[in-house]
């Protein structure tokens, strides 16, 4: 069992920065690989970016790549997804997830566990 919780949301301006915390509990935090979506209203929930268990090997889609960077800290079984450049388009409720294959996977049905989504705002 893994549980996740997120945090770290909230408002913002375009242009500005956030950093979104996934703090995890459970199994042990370094065998699996950590993915974060978003699902903004009325739209599918959307891949952002996913981190295997050593943090060596990252994905990104294409829309976020340049702007938003993921990390990890097993010490403190945490992801962080710092998210700079912000635009009205990133607001969405941003998810992580764990997958316990630690794939690096955009496919957000291959994930095991996921927490219960933090929301982030950005105003033009």
């Known amino acids: 069992q893994v549980q996740l919780e997120e945090s770290g949301g909230g408002l913002v301006q375009a242009g500005g920065s956030l950093r979104l915390s996934c703090a995890a509990s459970?199994?042990?935090?370094?065998?699996?690989?950590v993915g974060w979506f978003r699902q903004a209203p009325g739209k599918e929930r959307e891949f952002v970016s996913a981190?295997?268990?050593?943090?060596?090997?990252?994905r990104y889609a294409d829309s976020m790549r340049g702007r938003f960077t993921i990390s990890r800290d097993n010490a403190k079984s945490t992801v962080y997804l710092q998210m700079n450049s912000l635009k009205p388009e990133d607001t969405a409720v941003y998810y992580c997830?764990?997958?316990?294959?630690?794939?690096?996977?955009?496919?957000?049905?291959?994930?095991?566990?996921w927490g219960q989504g933090t929301q982030v705002t950005v105003s033009s």
């Open positions: 997830a764990a997958d316990l294959a630690n794939g690096l996977q955009v496919g957000a049905s291959v994930y095991d566990y």
């Open positions: 459970g199994t042990t935090f370094s065998e699996y690989s």
């Open positions: 981190i295997i268990w050593s943090g060596r090997s990252t």
